[in-house]
């Protein structure tokens, strides 16, 4: 930083909250807010660049994003991103945690998308100890639909926080009204509302509440309706279209180089969804379509992602209709997690049975217990990367196995980290106002770009 | 197995890949354990390399491969080091100095087409000697449908690859990360700064003898270990 010599604030007549400093390339003046009278006798002849810092903030519930722009008057001539606000070390923190812990991390990466990261994670952790075929029929239809459900929620969010970023707060209150009716079902089904690791390696933690079919049937038709109101809401709004139509443009050219996936690659006009072209979870056995636009801009991303919701409602549908009673967890006793969880007058507990079972009439039970949730399974040697359709593209998880009980390397590989990238692209000769539009279109989610 | 825990190769196998050395059942030693266990000594193997047929359309995107390398003049058994057939998914070991000729063949041969590289992550492993540090790049090809997977090695040492940023702009951040995690300086990235952690860090954290930190808990006495040295099943 030797080419950098700051002016010392107590020079008289010196600003002390909004110093100057010289650089290479001239004067550098740094503004905190209603003083630009102290820079009016900025140089004549220099070329004046303006560098704005817009962030690090929390922009609704994206997370915390700093993006650097250069304008030229009110249009954007360079944008970058600034991450990193959110790294929480949860790669690092899952190589001392037990495979079935890491769950417990993955989950929290993006919260917005929660079963989907465990998705990712345990299809991979199956892949390398070789159960993948032997998942019971009923533990995939769960997970199809709780993935399907909150496919549903994380684009009701796209679409509040996206709508509040441009004024819409109608949007903003449907989307998150319509949200809590999905977020009840997953507190019905796994206890929680966020944060679930409700997906075990080997199937699920738990088999549905005897209500849960019925709960979610009931549901289904409300939402449905709701979302029509939201839809119609912004679908032909003048204001809308006026925000969002030819802003954040990306052509297919231009996704494929920056690596795009999801609807903005959608958005583009290709069609490609890995729960069409390379299957998981019994996805081939669903049907449905890949809506597609081929706008290129935030105003297509906005219809993909309501035609996906109904898409996911149908898909939903189909899983209540498949969900035929059994077992939810691999039969291998050396995986399968040995408690039921129950809930007990207290609100939660263990199953009193194998309580009773362990520690009154089986010796070996409680051995087999102990050793299975103090020290975990073994997983062979070797790596796996597999990948999901997340509601904002290929999220894909790289998992690296030493043999040993806990995972030697885990590497998740983001899509709102990997479409980032693209908000330069996006937004560079553009409005400043465009740049919000742009980066809602893309709906990152900061706690999995950070991980 | 032998005595010195290095493993016999068995019967079909070219050559194992010994990455580490388990020893131990709980992480410690000099505890005056008497139970044996603390004498356990067990590799630590990684999938062995694979012998042709590779089975599937393994064997088909192999055989374009070898055809685009011949075309680029690039002899195969000095491009590719080895190739890993394990849980249904294949890997190219490609040596570092042709790692931007390989990407670039991969995303232009038209047999290929692998549009996509969905990133690279890094893996540390301390005990492989001479290549402590891996980089592995998951390609997608959307027409074709397929994954590869591409593995890359850097020794502690020297850790410099080329990078594919000019081929492939998606993996400018995902470098960043893997340099900013691992220290591995991937040459000729146009802007290769931390990402994730402070500009003003020092070490890259999540590589294996990255020292972790802990928190100075004390309960009658005790202090909680860093999670590196505390006691845990291994």
């Given amino acids: 930083m030797s080419d950098v010599t700051y002016s010392s604030a107590a020079d008289p007549g010196e600003d002390v909250y909004a110093d100057s400093y010289e ?22 002849g220099e070329k004046e660049r303006i560098v704005v810092n817009m962030g690090p903030q929390h922009p609704s519930t994206h997370g915390v994003l700093r993006l650097v722009l250069e304008l030229d008057g009110e249009t954007v001539t360079d944008a970058r991103c600034g991450i990193g606000y959110l790294h929480t070390g949860i790669e ?14 993955v989950t929290r990466m993006d919260y917005l998308t929660p079963f989907f990261n465990e998705a990712a994670y345990v299809l991979a952790v199956e892949k390398l100890l070789g159960i993948s075929q032997n998942i019971p029929e009923r533990a995939n239809v769960i997970r199809v639909l709780m993935m399907e459900l909150n496919r549903i929620s994380s684009h009701l969010v796209a679409l509040a926080t996206g709508g509040m970023e441009l004024g819409a707060l109608t949007a903003m209150t449907f989307g998150f009204r319509e949200r809590e009716l999905v977020l009840d079902l997953f507190e019905m089904v796994t206890g929680l509302r966020m944060n679930s690791a409700f997906f075990r390696p080997g199937g699920v933690a738990q088999d549905l509440p005897s209500d849960g079919e019925k709960a979610i049937r009931d549901t289904l038709p409300l939402l449905r309706k709701r979302m029509k109101d939201t839809a119609d809401l912004l679908i032909d709004n003048a204001i809308w279209m006026g925000r969002t139509v030819d802003v954040g443009y990306l052509d297919l050219q231009g996704c494929m180089a920056l690596g795009m996936t999801g609807p903005v690659l959608r958005s583009a006009g290709l069609p490609h969804d890995l729960r069409k072209s390379q299957p998981y979870c019994g996805y081939e056995a669903y049907e449905f379509d890949v809506p597609t636009q081929t706008s290129c801009d935030a105003y297509g991303r906005f219809l993909i992602r309501i035609a996906e919701m109904h898409e996911s409602l149908n898909i939903v549908e189909q899983c209540l209709d498949r969900l035929t009673p059994g077992p939810v967890m691999v039969e291998d006793k050396k995986i399968a997690w040995p408690a039921q969880l129950s809930i007990g007058s207290d609100g939660q507990g263990n199953s009193t049975e194998h309580i009773k079972h362990i520690m009154s009439e089986s010796m070996e039970s409680l051995i087999h217990h102990f050793k299975l949730v103090t020290e975990g399974f073994t997983v062979p040697a070797g790596q796996a990367y597999v990948a999901v359709e997340s509601p904002r593209g290929e999220l894909g998880a790289h998992v690296v196995s030493s043999g040993g009980t806990r995972p030697y390397r885990v590497h998740f590989r983001d899509p709102s980290f990997n479409n980032l990238q693209a908000t330069a692209a996006m937004s560079e000769g553009s409005m400043v106002a465009d740049v919000i539009a742009a980066v809602a279109s893309i709906d990152p989610v900061m706690g999995g770009v950070d991980r | 197995m032998t005595e010195s825990g290095i493993p016999v190769v068995p019967e079909g196998v070219s050559e194992l890949d010994v990455v580490g050395v388990r020893r131990g059942s709980f992480q410690v030693s000099g505890s005056g354990d008497t139970s044996g266990f603390g004498g356990l000594v067990s590799p630590i193997v990684m999938p062995a390399p694979t012998e042709r047929p590779y089975g599937g359309w393994f064997d088909e995107l192999a055989d374009e491969i070898e055809l685009a390398l011949a075309d680029r003049n690039l002899p195969v058994s000095s491009v590719i080091d080895k190739v890993v057939v394990d849980r249904d998914e294949i890997t190219f070991f490609v040596l570092a100095e042709y790692i931007v000729d390989f990407a670039r063949m991969l995303r232009d041969e038209p047999g290929l087409r692998f549009e996509m590289c969905l990133g690279v992550n890094g893996v540390h492993y301390l005990e492989d000697k001479g290549r402590e540090l891996h980089a592995v790049y998951p390609f997608l090809s959307i027409t074709h449908n397929r994954r590869i997977r591409v593995e890359v090695t850097a020794p502690d040492a020297n850790p410099h690859i080329p990078s594919i940023v000019g081929i492939y702009p998606s993996n400018d951040w995902h470098e960043r990360e893997t340099w900013d995690f691992f220290g591995i300086v991937f040459d000729g990235h146009p802007g290769l700064t931390r990402i994730e952690m402070p500009d003003d860090w020092a070490g890259h954290p999540q590589r294996k003898d990255y020292p972790l930190g802990g928190i100075p808990v004390e309960y009658k006495g005790a202090t909680i270990p860093a999670p590196d040295n505390r006691r845990a099943y291994n």
């Fill in chain 1, 92 to 105: 690092k923190n899952m190589e001392y945690r037990t495979w079935v812990q890491g769950v417990t991390f």
């Fill in chain 1, 23 to 44: 650089t290479f390339d001239g004067t550098v003046y740094n503004l905190a807010g209603g003083d630009w009278d102290s820079i009016a006798a900025a140089p004549e």
